[in-house]
């Protein structure tokens, strides 16, 4: 039977994809699901797994919850190995959000500086998994959700051997907006995605092997579409969507709106509080419903996180991988030369076939100027991350951010001493 392990299993994301298992179980026979957390996290383990438990006895689906805070037992001949954990928990993500802000600069969990601070914290996380994954079960497949995805996904890729692919919802999103805007059903649709992990163009839309990204473009100017749950759904305006030509991802708003991100931003830090802070409430609020030995379900109030849809993200392409489906996904994966503009080791947000032997992205048209011009610095503002996330490198994370679109560069070097000063107990390679 197939064994997974899931790293981070105490968060409130866990019945998304124990719905996912369930979902697919016919499909995917799941024997056994390690769910690992750390000290800290236990309680949460405690309560989501029983809730956990719960869900697989009320779908009647022979499923076997472990929760465990040994990492090392979890992996030990596992099949996949996923991962959702945060290090450093919500207070540093809140302090990721805030820190920028004091210097006037967007404070974003995984756009810009925070998430620079994010990567820097998981980077030596995840190589130890890599590590532990290398020797207690070397054929398995890391299928990575920790954000920032891209970049923790393109760390694992440039500095192990071990078969890895990132996720977001972020295209499984657009691409049902996408589907609304032309008033047809997702699976009907076919995305051409093409960029980085939240820096992610949908190039085309094809139906029925027809191109509609124009008029998808057109109807969403004039229209009111929900994006994610974390980002406001500022409208783009006409000009800016006529002159990308392309459907933008939610977090482009923080490139193509900076002003009006950042106020927004502020205000919000002054009033309801940063969007860590409200999740921080939503995710108490989520846990004290997961008491209830009543609800065996996964809870429509998760859907106020802005995760939504991860499940089906990652159980569709875990069931690629093992019935060797050869399907259409959205993946982060190694560029390997598709994308020509970008280097063949960086890792790319792209359309994908995936089968017994992982994603092939699809091969790209050269880029056109609007997006590759960003999209070149973003991704070489990535490679500096990783650079610093491994090695400890101060230079790095100085023109990391120096070079970051978002980051003005005269605040880089009193923005990075607080980022590393608060964050110093989980920087071990600083
Ligand atoms: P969370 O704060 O609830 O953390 C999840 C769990 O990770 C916690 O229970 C925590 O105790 C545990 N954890 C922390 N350090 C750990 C470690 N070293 N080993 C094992 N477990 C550890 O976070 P969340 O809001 O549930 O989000 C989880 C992660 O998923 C975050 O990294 C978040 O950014 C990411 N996420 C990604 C997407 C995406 O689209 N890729 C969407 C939503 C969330
Ligand atoms: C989606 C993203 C994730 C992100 C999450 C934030 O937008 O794709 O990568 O982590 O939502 O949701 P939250 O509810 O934690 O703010
Ligand atoms: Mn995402």
Redesign the pocket.
């Known amino acids: 039977g197939l064994k997974i392990a899931t790293?981070?299993?105490?968060?409130?994301?866990t019945p998304e994809i124990i719905e996912g298992f369930i979902k697919r179980y016919a499909e995917l026979p799941v024997k056994d699901l390690y769910l690992?957390?750390?000290e800290?996290?236990k309680w949460?383990?405690e309560i989501v797994g029983q809730l956990a438990r719960r869900m697989v006895k009320e779908a009647g689906v022979d499923i076997n919850i472990h929760l465990t805070l040994d990492?090392r037992e979890a992996i030990k001949d596992a099949d996949f190995v996923t991962t959702?954990?945060?290090?450093?928990?919500?207070e540093a993500?809140i302090r990721d959000e805030k820190i920028p802000l004091r210097y006037n600069c967007i404070g974003q969990?995984?756009t810009g500086a925070g998430g620079m601070a994010?990567a820097l914290r998981?980077i030596p996380?995840i190589l130890d998994i890599a590590k532990d994954m290398a020797e207690l079960a070397p054929d398995a497949w890391l299928i990575n959700?920790?954000?920032p995805?891209g970049i923790i996904t393109e760390a694992v890729s440039k500095y192990t051997d071990i078969k890895v692919l990132g996720?977001?919802?972020?295209p499984i999103v657009m691409e049902k907006m996408t589907a609304e805007i032309l008033e047809t059903a997702a699976d009907k649709l076919r995305m051409d995605f093409v960029g980085l992990?939240h820096l992610v163009w949908g190039r085309a839309a094809y139906l029925n092997g027809e191109n509609k990204i124009n008029e998808v473009i057109t109807k969403l100017a004039s229209g009111n579409f929900r994006g994610v749950k974390n980002i406001p759904d500022y409208e783009w305006g006409t000009d800016l969507l006529n002159s990308v030509g392309m459907l933008p991802c939610p977090y482009h708003r923080y490139y193509y709106l900076t002003d009006l991100m950042l106020k927004e931003e502020i205000k919000a830090a002054r009033n309801e509080g940063t969007r860590g802070e409200v999740?921080k409430k939503l995710?108490a609020s989520l846990f004290e419903l997961y008491k209830n030995e009543d609800l065996k379900v996964k809870p429509k109030e998760l859907e106020e996180?802005?995760?939504q849809y991860?499940s089906d993200a990652a159980c569709d392409l875990i069931s690629a991988i093992y019935n060797d489906k050869g399907t259409i996904h959205y993946v982060n994966v190694k560029n390997n030369g598709t994308v020509n503009c970008l280097p063949n080791d960086s890792v790319i947000e792209r359309t994908s076939y995936v089968g017994k032997n992982g994603a092939t992205p699809l091969n790209s048209d050269p880029l056109p100027s609007q997006i590759k011009g960003l999209l070149q610095v973003v991704n070489e503002y990535e490679t500096l991350t990783i650079e610093a996330g491994v090695h400890g490198d101060y230079n790095a994370a100085f023109q990391a951010l120096t070079i970051h679109p978002l980051v003005e560069s005269s605040i880089v070097k009193d923005l990075l001493a607080d980022i590393i000063s608060e964050n110093i107990d989980y920087l071990p390679q600083f």
């Open positions: 790293i981070g299993g105490g968060s409130s994301y690992v957390d750390i800290a996290g949460k383990l990492r959702q954990f945060r290090v450093g928990l919500l993500r969990k995984t994010k998981t996380v959700f920790t954000n995805s996720l977001c919802n972020v992990n999740v995710e996180r802005g995760g991860y």
